[in-house]
C-alpha cells in the first residue's frame, strides 16, 4: 500500500478528525482515485482498515452511482471551471447552475451514510470567488460534512484552501523522494532556488522532522527551542514573525505523510501557522504547539 493509501485508510477511521483534505500529484499518480476511494470510506457507515466495507447500505448505493450523500464536482462549461454556482446558487433559471450546490448540499445531514461528501476534481481549476466561497465551509464544516479536492496542479490552489486542508502527495511519499523538500516546494522555481541557495536551515528543519516521534512530552521546550534555532537562520529580510511562519510551513510540509505521523497533526500545525501570521507571540504559539502535539503522542505517533 503507497503512502497516500494508507492515509486514505487511516482518515476512513471513525476516530480521525480531519474533515478536509486535498489529494495531488500528477496523473496517473492518483489523486482522483485516492479521492474517490477516501470518498467512498467516508461514505460507508463500517469502514474496515482497508476502507470501504463494501456491503453496507451506502456502499452498495454507492456502487450504483445513486448514493444521495455525495456530490461530485467537476468543471464545466465555456473555460471548463468550477464556477461559484457549484458552491451557492446564482440567479433562479440561470443556465449554468448545477442541479444541487455545495452549500444546499450540505445544509441537510445524510440519508443513509455515515458523512455527506463532496469531492472536488481538478480543483486547479476552481475560480478565486470559488475557493473565497470555500474557505468557511473547509474551515468550520458541519459535524456531517466532509470534502475532498484532487488536482494536478496544487500551486493553482491557493494557500488559505491548502493550509484548512490535509496535504496529501499521491505520487511518492515525502521521506522516499529524492528531493525531500518537494511537498514544500511543490516544483515552484523560486521556491527551489531559496532552498538551494541557503539549504543550512532547511536541513536543520528536515532532521527535526525526521527526529520528532522519538521526542517525549516533556521534550515540547526543546523541540520548540530547536525549531525556533532553525527559523531564526530562515532569509533575515522575512522578519522574525514571518521566518517562523515560512519554517513551520516548511515542517508541517515534512512531517505530511510521513511514516508514524497522524493526519491529525496538520490541523494543528495549520492553526499554529495562522496564529503566527495573525500577530500571535510566535514563541508561546511553538511551544503550545509542540506540548500539545508530544501530549497526543500516543495517537498521533502511533506508538
Given at each position: 500500500?503507497?503512502?497516500?493509501?494508507?492515509?486514505?485508510?487511516?482518515?476512513?477511521?471513525?476516530?480521525?478528525?480531519?474533515h478536509?483534505?486535498?489529494?495531488?500529484?500528477?496523473?496517473?499518480?492518483?489523486?482522483?482515485?485516492?479521492?474517490?476511494?477516501?470518498?467512498?470510506?467516508?461514505?460507508?457507515?463500517?469502514?474496515?482498515?482497508?476502507?470501504?466495507?463494501g456491503?453496507?447500505?451506502?456502499?452498495?448505493?454507492?456502487s450504483?452511482?445513486?448514493?444521495p450523500?455525495?456530490?461530485?464536482?467537476?468543471?464545466?462549461?465555456?473555460?471548463e471551471?468550477?464556477?461559484?454556482?457549484?458552491?451557492?446558487?446564482?440567479?433562479?433559471?440561470?443556465?449554468?447552475?448545477?442541479?444541487?450546490?455545495?452549500?444546499?448540499?450540505f445544509?441537510?445531514?445524510?440519508?443513509?451514510?455515515?458523512?455527506?461528501?463532496?469531492?472536488?476534481?481538478?480543483?486547479?481549476?476552481?475560480?478565486?470567488?470559488?475557493?473565497?466561497?470555500?474557505?468557511?465551509?473547509?474551515?468550520?464544516?458541519?459535524?456531517?460534512?466532509r470534502?475532498?479536492?484532487?488536482?494536478?496542479?496544487?500551486?493553482?490552489?491557493?494557500?488559505?484552501?491548502?493550509?484548512?486542508?490535509?496535504?496529501?502527495?499521491?505520487?511518492?511519499?515525502?521521506?522516499?523522494?529524492?528531493?525531500?523538500?518537494?511537498?514544500?516546494?511543490l516544483?515552484?522555481?523560486?521556491?527551489?532556488?531559496?532552498?538551494?541557495?541557503?539549504?543550512?536551515?532547511?536541513?536543520?528543519?528536515?532532521?527535526?522532522?525526521?527526529?520528532?516521534?522519538?521526542?517525549?512530552?516533556?521534550?515540547?521546550?526543546?523541540?520548540?527551542?530547536?525549531?525556533?534555532?532553525?527559523?531564526?537562520?530562515?532569509?533575515?529580510?522575512?522578519?522574525?514573525?514571518?521566518a517562523?511562519?515560512?519554517?513551520?510551513?516548511?515542517?508541517?510540509?515534512?512531517?505530511?505523510?510521513?511514516?508514524?505521523?497522524?493526519?491529525?497533526?496538520?490541523?494543528?500545525?495549520?492553526?499554529?501557522?495562522?496564529?503566527?501570521?495573525g500577530?500571535?507571540?510566535?514563541?508561546?504559539?511553538?511551544?503550545?504547539?509542540?506540548?500539545?502535539?508530544?501530549?497526543?503522542?500516543?495517537?498521533?505517533?502511533?506508538?
Amino acid at each position: 500500500m503507497t503512502g497516500a493509501r494508507r492515509i486514505a485508510a487511516r482518515l476512513a477511521d471513525p476516530a480521525s478528525a480531519v474533515h478536509a483534505a486535498l489529494f495531488y500529484g500528477a496523473e496517473p499518480g492518483g489523486p482522483a482515485t485516492l479521492a474517490e476511494i477516501l470518498a467512498a470510506a467516508w461514505l460507508c457507515v463500517d469502514p474496515g482498515p482497508d476502507g470501504a466495507c463494501g456491503v453496507c447500505r451506502a456502499c452498495a448505493s454507492h456502487s450504483r452511482g445513486n448514493n444521495p450523500d455525495v456530490l461530485t464536482i467537476r468543471p464545466w462549461g465555456a473555460g471548463e471551471l468550477i464556477k461559484l454556482p457549484a458552491i451557492r446558487r446564482g440567479n433562479p433559471g440561470q443556465d449554468d447552475d448545477p442541479p444541487l450546490p455545495l452549500n444546499e448540499f450540505f445544509r441537510s445531514p445524510p440519508l443513509m451514510s455515515r458523512f455527506k461528501v463532496a469531492v472536488l476534481h481538478d480543483a486547479h481549476r476552481m475560480t478565486g470567488d470559488v475557493q473565497n466561497a470555500l474557505l468557511k465551509t473547509v474551515e468550520e464544516p458541519l459535524a456531517h460534512a466532509r470534502i475532498l479536492f484532487a488536482t494536478d496542479e496544487i500551486a493553482k490552489v491557493l494557500p488559505t484552501i491548502r493550509s484548512r486542508c490535509l496535504n496529501v502527495p499521491c505520487e511518492i511519499a515525502p521521506g522516499d523522494s529524492a528531493d525531500p523538500f518537494a511537498p514544500y516546494h511543490l516544483g515552484a522555481p523560486a521556491l527551489v532556488a531559496r532552498i538551494a541557495a541557503r539549504p543550512e536551515p532547511y536541513d536543520a528543519l528536515l532532521r527535526l522532522a525526521r527526529d520528532f516521534p522519538r521526542y517525549e512530552g516533556a521534550d515540547a521546550l526543546k523541540v520548540s527551542e530547536r525549531f525556533l534555532a532553525a527559523a531564526d537562520e530562515f532569509d533575515k529580510k522575512l522578519g522574525p514573525r514571518k521566518a517562523r511562519a515560512e519554517a513551520l510551513a516548511v515542517l508541517a510540509a515534512l512531517l505530511r505523510g510521513r511514516e508514524g505521523v497522524s493526519p491529525e497533526a496538520a490541523p494543528l500545525l495549520a492553526e499554529a501557522h495562522r496564529r503566527i501570521l495573525g500577530n500571535g507571540s510566535a514563541s508561546l504559539v511553538l511551544d503550545a504547539l509542540f506540548a500539545q502535539l508530544l501530549a497526543m503522542k500516543r495517537p498521533l505517533w502511533g506508538r
